[in-house]
DNA sequence: CGGTTTTCCCGAAACGTTTCGGAAAACATA
DNA sequence: TATGTTTTCCGAAACGTTTCGGGAAAACCG
């Protein structure tokens, strides 16, 4: 492997002016700065990361860490996630890695062991709690992160995220304005932060548009195919009023909610309205749904540059302000609504 | 962050001493190294991964580079990698770094880079070619690796893999002994090693059992349900002569295989013997196949414990010879074949 | 021409660890 | 007493990089 010292003896220069050549410091000469540069191409120079880190505390390494759950081998949603900001990472000339931690090993001795290494140079953190504890840890250990989501009230980290309660009220108060009152809300599982500020966007919906807040059609769980079959049967089940219309809090769901629906013998959107939120997953199309589906629609896609863009800025040590990112969605009206 | 410096001052120790302590070296007083010990932990001493790299070679990080193939979402078996080494490198202390390449970024030059940024003390290397061009690659570098499989013709590297040939051989002979002439081949894509190797073993049966040996039997692709179903479809139009008997990669294959025949109106044993290797992926049991399905079964989660054996070895300077393993099949007879 | 600024460069220190080559002390051997 | 041996320790160098503080020479200014 080449260093600084090969390529400045051959080029009679001092290791300095070698680093301060690539790193485009200001003081060097305009033709010395390509000459290095030259042959350190040609030398097929690559700094070394770890001396790097070493003196700088910079590796170029981010990390994601992910627990290995039960179904992750189906996790359609979590390649999309590694593919994108592995990409994203790779990009900006940074490494992306990604730590799988056992099953149920506690999220935080992992991050401590991780930083005590001190090989990284910040996270990214998905999928965050209510008061997700390892947000706390990491700015007490000062390690640079950036969060998929919010967590918490007070919101002084880097994020990238999606106007959640506005969107849940969208399509809740799309329902409302053509004479829904009982409507269902097939939202995802109740610890999640994104999850508790959808449902508030729903209930503000159903306040203004004077819906019915019952408990028993706000339903948390796993946003997959089965659990919006068997939710959807659940309502449709026992004597509780049932709804006349369906919030699913993505496509998934929503493709459950029609099989059960169909198999109770109930049409959309005859009997039944369906909306639902469109994180635009590959291979399952909302407008492929029959009757198409009516949907916010934020591509997942959309959300890895910004969040590589917003982990590398706070490494840099950019200002909070240029860090903190909101996602953009757009409404799609197609058939799966009905007017009561 | 503690560092050695801290514990040494801690305990009016030289610093050297202090590191000889910890990585249990030869001259330093028992009780010496118990104390040193027990500060380290209650200072939450983590060695820096950057200094020790720079000074010794050794981060204790390895990595796997892959594609980012189209399906990899949907691909159960990449996710069983990744857990499954992930979980075995923590076990002994390392770090296990994924990175994902972009769809067709050419592989030596992600190895290149990470080579040269020297974080990374090895690498796994899965889905050998034949030649595959990384082995040499990394050979000459001079970086450690180990190879799930097999490549090439001079095997000096350090590598786990079952005994394909044998495997092979031992299907197609279990179909020949009962009778089978014209016995089909489902292989996987033709430019993995262990595809030719299985290859060698389905001829040599055939040979040693008078089997036909047909080209058009012998068919490559990629080892999943549609390919089974396609290619029994195709076997069994057209003029020419229709094998007996059908030996299936993996269970997948196996799984459309059946479903193939069944849309053909044939039947399992009776009009067409199935055999396959069953590599034990989950969600998907050669016993629970109706009929139930004759396989050789070498369940792939053992390939990660000696893969992690053999790396760590080969990183540690062990020699060649105790890293380089076979791990065992066993042949499970149930009830997809019949005798002719 | 004297003084000031600009341009370009360099030596040395630092980051945290491992390791080489001793070396003091205690103890045994002759 | 002199000589070796073992035990336990330490100073210093090294890994490859960045960066601080300076400094020589050239260019500019009045």
């Known amino acids: 492997m080449a260093t600084l010292k090969d390529i400045a003896r ?45 003196v700088s505390g910079r590796s170029g390494m ?25 990409t994203q990472f790779s990009g900006r000339g940074m490494q992306f890695v990604l730590h799988m931690m056992a099953e149920h090993e506690p ?44 967590s918490g009230k007070v919101i002084d980290y880097p994020y990238f995220d999606i106007e959640n309660e506005q969107l849940a009220y969208d399509l809740t108060a799309h329902l409302t304005q053509r004479g829904h009152r009982r409507i269902a809300f097939l939202n995802g599982r109740a610890d999640r932060s994104y999850v508790t500020v959808r449902e508030q966007g729903y209930l503000r919906a159903l306040r203004d548009g004077r819906g019915e807040v019952l408990p028993h059609l706000h339903l948390n769980g796993d946003m997959d195919e089965a ?38 013998g109930l049409s959309v959107p005859g009997d039944v309205s369906v909306v639902a939120h469109d994180d635009e997953l590959p291979a399952l199309r909302a407008s492929a749904f029959f009757p198409s589906l009516t949907v916010t629609k934020s591509p997942l896609r959309d959300s890895w540059e910004p969040l590589a863009d917003c982990l590398a800025g706070a490494i840099e040590g950019k200002p909070l302000g240029t860090l903190q990112r909101l996602g953009s969605y757009s409404f799609i009206e197609r058939n799966s609504v009905a007017s009561l």
């Not at 981010?62 to 390649?79: E, K, S």
């Not at 953190?125 to 990491?138: A, K």
């Not at 026992?238 to 709804?243: E, H, K, L, S």
């Open 107 to 150: 999220a935080l001795p992992v991050y401590q062991k991780l930083i005590g290494t001190a090989m990284l140079d910040g996270f990214v953190l998905i999928d965050p709690m209510e008061q997700d504890p390892r947000i706390d840890f990491l700015r007490k250990a000062g390690i640079c992160f950036v969060v998929h989501g919010r």
């Open 10 to 54: 051959a080029l009679d220069l001092s290791i300095t002016q070698v680093s301060r050549a690539l790193n485009d410091h200001s003081d060097v000469n305009e033709e010395t700065r390509l000459r290095v540069k030259a042959t350190a191409r040609a030398m097929n120079y690559h700094p070394n990361a770890s001396a790097r880190k070493l």
């Open 62 to 86: 981010v990390g994601l860490v992910v627990p290995q759950y039960r179904n992750i081998g189906q996790d359609r949603l979590f390649m999309e996630v590694v593919a994108g900001l592995s």
């Open 227 to 264: 659990h919006g079959l068997t939710d959807t049967i659940r309502l449709f089940s026992g004597d509780a009023p049932r709804p006349t219309a369906i919030v699913c809090g993505n496509v998934r769901l929503a493709r459950g909610v029609y099989q059960g629906l169909e198999a109770l």
